[in-house]
């Protein structure tokens, strides 16, 4: 009979080979972006996509193996290989080469992803940061005292300071394009007004992403446009070799969607643990439940409780439009707690049917642009 040992080591042979036929599937995937751009080809095929999914899915059940798992392996593996192919195409495209970019507040978490996006274009890439630059880069110091030779100034300061800098820049009027990055310009109004009536090449951003994002296919990046023209094409064009979805609008119509799609989810999720830290005694308890729906929201919660406290009370609290979904909010909890107390089935049925309409609908509206 096999010993243990030995089914353990061949199970390690195994192993190694799926890591060899990995890196042999990254490396034909590079190949595969060299061809997609010399015949200009996109970088996403989602009807190829779907190919390869059913095929492992059909292989799958032949060989016993359950579907489910061949299929979330091929998703894995095919959003590696996008994640190679987009990398290859922004470095292949080389718009950076033989210009500078500055990126004020460089060492933070969505300043250094700016860093690196960048400098993958072929950028010679400043950072000024209080706590310094990160190793490829130079740091030139204070940004007040340096000269604004750049092409693109990225501010990735906090979002409380960041203002104060844009005002500052106004008063330098450099000579390239500057764009903030920050998740509300409610805030940053008189800087950018003061950018822009200095005849400043500015415009502002807003990536619809975590700094940890590698892939940054599905995702969005909003553009609010100032009337600067050349700012907004030169910003977008940093995007045009990824797959990012791009999306430009006035800076009103950015604060009032962002008071539903940040601020109405994080008063949600923070609604929700507190809620559930105020249980008392069933606390203790709960950590021995689970329930799909339960285990789901304790994750996105989870998440949100490990943030910034004062990021996220920015969030709720300086946009100009954020008392709107906030009161959505809390009618929403209401005509769900007035449906259930005077034990009203119809009220709660259509708070439901109502849900899923609205879900659906917009189910269909991504599918179409997918």
């Known amino acids: 009979m096999t010993t243990l040992d030995e089914l353990r080591k061949h199970l390690d042979d195994i192993d190694c080979k799926l890591i060899q036929l990995i890196a042999d599937r990254q490396r034909t995937s590079g190949e595969i972006a060299r061809v997609k751009r010399s015949t200009g080809h996109v970088t996403r095929d ?20 359950s579907p489910r798992i061949a299929e979330d392996l091929m998703r894995l593996l095919i959003r590696s290989s996008l994640t190679t192919q987009e990398r290859s195409k922004v470095t292949a ?26 400098a993958s274009q072929g950028f010679d890439v400043d950072v000024s940061d209080p706590v310094g630059a990160s190793e490829g880069t130079r740091d030139i110091g204070d940004y007040r005292h340096a000269e604004l030779e750049h092409d693109y100034i990225v501010v990735a300061t906090p979002l409380g300071y960041t203002d104060s ?13 500057i764009f903030d990055v920050g998740s509300l310009k409610s805030p940053l109004r008189g800087g950018l007004a003061a950018l822009k009536s200095n005849d400043c090449r500015v415009t502002s951003v807003h990536p619809m ?14 553009f609010v446009d100032l009337g600067h023209a050349e700012a907004l094409a030169r910003t977008r064009a940093l995007f045009s070799p990824t797959m990012v979805e791009q999306v430009v609008m006035g800076l009103d119509e950015h604060d009032r969607l962002i008071a539903y799609v940040l601020g109405l989810s994080h008063a949600l999720n923070i609604a929700f643990f507190t809620a559930l830290a105020d249980s008392g005694e069933a606390a203790p308890r709960l950590a021995k439940l689970s329930s799909t729906t339960f285990d789901a929201q304790l994750e996105v919660a989870s998440r949100v409780a490990q943030e910034s406290p004062q990021l996220y009370y920015e969030i709720q609290s300086l946009n100009d439009f954020g008392a709107e979904s906030l009161e959505a909010l809390a009618k929403a909890v209401e005509s769900l707690r007035r449906s259930v107390l005077s034990r009203d089935a119809a009220s709660f049925t259509a708070l439901m049917e109502r849900g899923r309409e609205y879900l659906e609908d917009r189910k269909s509206i ?4 997918a």
């Not at 800098?165 to 394009?177: I, K, Q, T």
């Not at 991504?366 to 642009?369: G, I, K, S």
């Open 209 to 222: 992403f975590g700094p940890d994002t590698e892939l940054l296919s599905g995702r969005h990046v909003i």
């Open 165 to 177: 800098v844009l005002r500052g820049l106004a008063m330098r009027r450099p000579r390239g394009v």
């Open 366 to 369: 991504t599918e179409r642009r």
């Open 46 to 65: 989602y009807g190829r996509e779907r190919e390869v999914i059913l095929g492992a899915r059909a292989q799958a059940q032949a060989q016993g193996v």
């Open 93 to 118: 495209v080389g718009q950076g080469t033989g210009q500078r970019a500055l990126v004020i507040g460089g060492a933070g978490k969505l300043g250094r992803w700016f860093v690196d996006f960048l």
